[in-house]
T-cell receptor, first 113, second 115 residues
Framework: DAKTTQPPSMDCAEGRAANLPCNHS???????VYWYRQIHSQGPQYIIH???NNETNEMASLIITEDRKSSTLILPHATLRDTAVYYC??????????????FGAGTILRVKS | EAQVTQNPRYLITVTGKKLTVTCSQN?????MSWYRQDPGLGLRQIYY???????DKGDVPEGYKVSRKEKRNFPLILESPSPNQTSLYFC????FGGGANSPLHFGNGTRLTVT
């Protein structure tokens, strides 16, 4: 899988938008960008994924640059419960090595009141 | 509610005593997988299953067994647990295993301690 680079930590004020960046400059044209989060040893929670177009669901929005070399996860109104480690993952489009997800170090997002 | 359910959540056992961690999903998913998470090593895949009766090794399969006799269940078996298997374990499933447009959904984890 293509390597991803994320800042180790970020702070966000409660109620404000949290914008989490991710660089994936070696991404291939058919690889997807996935975002997961993990809250204190709970199971990783799927947030959103996309290929080329921007995506939005009830949890977040995913903005992918036109060249696909970077993306931003946006939590529109962050709450204290959004404090977690956020993982940006690039995933191949075919079954390879057990179709596993490769988690990096992620970004620790701290939402503060 | 659609979910992946693991049991037990916590387990303390002794070296050599066989144990099974159960995993069940109610989403009719074809693909299921087991991961372990250790400090500094992240999540690593143990075994996976593309469908019923189809299983294969992941990155760290030594000391583990799995079976997939039914679509919804994917138990993880430790025949002779050792202290180096002390870890946080996650089961996961997705609708399909052959494509990247199928999100993987995780259970809440089983924290295993082997003394």
């Amino acid at each position: 899988d293509a390597k991803t680079t994320q800042p180790p930590s970020m702070d966000c004020a409660e109620g404000r938008a949290a914008n989490l960046p991710c660089n994936h400059s070696t991404i291939s044209g058919n690889e997807y960008v996935y975002w997961y989060r993990q809250i204190h040893s709970q199971g990783p929670q799927y947030i959103i994924h996309g290929l080329k177009n921007n995506e939005t669901n009830e949890m977040a929005s995913l903005i992918i640059t036109e060249d696909r070399k970077s993306s931003t996860l946006i939590l529109p109104h962050a709450t204290l419960r959004d404090t977690a480690v956020y993982y940006c993952i690039v995933r191949k489009p075919f079954m390879e090595y057990g179709n596993k997800l490769v988690f990096g170090a992620g970004t620790i997002l701290r939402v503060k009141s | 509610e659609a979910q992946v359910t693991q049991n037990p959540r916590y387990l303390i056992t002794v070296t050599g005593k066989k144990l099974t961690v159960t995993c069940s999903q109610n989403m009719n998913h074809e693909y299921m997988s087991w991961y372990r998470q250790d400090p500094g090593l992240g999540l690593r895949q143990i075994y996976y299953s593309m469908n019923v009766e189809v299983t294969d090794k992941g990155d760290v399969p030594e000391g583990y067994k799995v079976s997939r006799k039914e679509k919804r269940n994917f138990p993880l078996i430790l025949e002779s647990p050792s202290p180096n298997q002390t870890s946080l374990y996650f089961c996961a499933s997705s609708l399909f295993g052959g494509g990247a447009n199928s999100p993987l959904h995780f259970g809440n984890g089983t924290r295993l301690t082997v003394t």
